[in-house]
């Protein structure tokens, strides 16, 4: 399975952005996805996830990021509102071959999101 994460750019706070995630394979819809991110100096950190039972959120992002995924495309997408200079960070896609998530099999490459204050 491959990743590829694209979307990244440089906006202002308060700005939106739209990260998608383009995965290989067949069996798309029966994929776990989720976004992390790492900023600079810090470890990757989960940011959001969709499967089968749902959707969850780290608690830095709720209300503002909403992730969701078109089946057809075999895209995962990240809306990100009201974007805040913390948010700076390389956000990755990532995946399973599962529809329960859990630690990621697969990884993208990173797109980078750098939002000024």
């Known amino acids: 399975v491959q990743l590829q994460a694209s979307g990244g750019g440089l906006v202002q706070a308060g700005d939106s952005l739209r990260l998608s995630c383009l995965a290989s394979?067949?069996?798309?819809?029966?994929?776990?996805m989720g976004w992390f991110r790492q900023a600079p100096g810090k470890e990757r950190e989960f940011v959001a996830a969709?499967?089968?039972?749902?959707?969850i959120y780290a608690d830095s992002v709720k209300g503002r990021f909403t992730i969701s995924r078109d089946n057809a495309k075999n895209t995962v997408y990240l809306q990100m509102n009201s974007l805040e200079p913390e948010d700076t960070a390389v956000y990755y896609c990532?995946?399973?071959?599962?529809?329960?998530?859990?630690?990621?099999?697969?990884w993208g490459q990173g797109t980078q999101v750098t939002v000024s204050s």
């Open positions: 990532a995946g399973r071959r599962s529809p329960v998530w859990a630690a990621p099999e697969y």
């Open positions: 394979g067949r069996t798309f819809r029966n994929y776990s």
């Open positions: 969709i499967s089968w039972s749902g959707k």
